[in-house]
């Protein structure tokens, strides 16, 4: 096996790793597709093709981290909700993650946004619309974050395609 096959092998797990990284914020997302072109295109043997499909890839990624930071937390201001919910929510996820297999990263991190905001506004109406307003946020964000995310693996695919065929 050649330099450029095992760093292409290499590229694309870590891409794929990347991918699931926006979904599963254990993981490292984005950044990872990026530092995975970049790889591709400096030992991945694809030369011009390379830089191309790292130069739009880039921009994905970089137009994905942006949009999903601005859209959820223009949300987050619309309903005053403090970084520190998000933070608590955060940290009951990683721990839900290790008590409840499969879903318990998502059902902490809505348990612990909840008891945050109850916390903080004393009354559960208030904590569950602003719980919610958060969740559909961050949801929205990592969804666009995803596809832009799917789009910058796609391009890697597409650009591996033409390195094949020529």
Same mark, same amino acid.
């Given at each position: 096996?050649?330099?450029?096959?095992?760093?292409?092998?290499?590229?694309?797990?870590?891409?794929?790793?990347?991918?699931?990284?926006?979904?599963? !914020?254990?993981? !490292?997302?984005?950044?990872?597709?990026?530092?995975?072109?970049?790889?591709?295109?400096?030992?991945?043997?694809?030369?011009?093709?390379?830089?191309?499909?790292?130069?739009?890839?880039?921009?994905?990624?970089?137009?994905?981290?942006?949009?999903?930071?601005?859209?959820?937390?223009?949300?987050m201001k619309q309903h005053a909700i403090p970084g520190r919910s998000?933070?608590?929510?955060?940290?009951?996820?990683?721990?839900?993650? @290790?008590?409840? !297999?499969?879903?318990?990263?998502?059902?902490? @991190?809505?348990?612990?946004?909840?008891?945050?905001?109850?916390?903080?506004?004393?009354?559960?109406?208030?904590?569950?619309?602003?719980?919610?307003?958060?969740?559909?946020?961050?949801?929205?964000?990592?969804?666009?974050? @995803?596809?832009?995310?799917?789009?910058?693996?796609?391009?890697?695919?597409?650009?591996?395609?033409?390195?094949?065929?020529?």
């Open positions: 096996m050649t330099q450029e096959t095992v760093v292409t092998i290499l590229c694309g797990l870590a891409i794929l790793v990347g991918v699931a990284g926006t979904i599963i !914020p254990v993981l !490292p997302g984005s950044i990872l597709i990026g530092a995975s072109l970049l790889a591709w295109a400096i030992w991945g043997g694809a030369g011009t093709v390379g830089w191309v499909v790292f130069a739009i890839g880039v921009v994905f990624v970089a137009v994905g981290m942006a949009a999903s930071a601005i859209l959820t937390g223009r949300k998000v933070v608590i929510g955060l940290v009951a996820g990683v721990v839900g993650m @290790f008590v409840i !297999p499969v879903v318990g990263l998502f059902v902490g @991190f809505a348990a612990g946004l909840l008891l945050s905001e109850l916390s903080r506004t004393r009354d559960f109406r208030t904590a569950t619309t602003t719980s919610w307003a958060a969740l559909k946020a961050t949801g929205l964000g990592i969804l666009v974050e @995803f596809g832009l995310a799917c789009l910058a693996a796609s391009t890697w695919v597409i650009g591996l395609w033409i390195v094949a065929a020529t």
